[in-house]
């Protein structure tokens, strides 16, 4: 069974850091593309960031690129996010998913952990 648990959320002032974490379990992690997606208060869900071990440097939303940093530890199964200069409008509930590929298309999320809310504020 496929199991993504994320945390690290919390809050946090505008310009802090928190880095999330997503201990990964029951399939091969290492060996699939895995993505932070967020959604906002009211708000639809908004894919964040990408890491696929297939190639060569992570992708980034526009908003988060120089400030959010995607990373793995494939001896722990765990995906990070070490999220810097933080703003009001990153606050959300952040979640970790596991890409779908058919051929080179990234198709989609099958798996989804519960996510955990960050919140940025003074």
């Known amino acids: 069974e496929v199991t993504l648990v994320e945390s690290g959320g919390g809050w946090v002032q505008p310009g802090g850091s928190l880095r999330l974490s997503c201990a990964a379990s029951g399939f091969t992690f290492g060996t699939f593309a895995m993505a932070w997606v967020r959604q906002a208060p009211g708000k639809g869900l908004e894919w964040v960031s990408r890491i696929d071990p297939y190639k060569p440097n992570p992708f980034y939303k526009d908003s988060v690129k120089g400030r959010f940093t995607i990373s793995t530890d494939n001896a722990k199964n765990t995906l990070y996010l070490q999220m810097n200069s933080l703003k009001s409008e990153d606050t959300a509930v952040y979640y970790c998913?596991?890409?779908?590929?058919?051929?080179?298309?990234?198709?989609?999320?099958?798996?989804w952990g519960k996510g955990t809310l960050v919140t940025v504020s003074s």
């Open positions: 998913a596991k890409e779908l590929l058919k051929g080179d298309f990234y198709v989609g999320m099958d798996y």
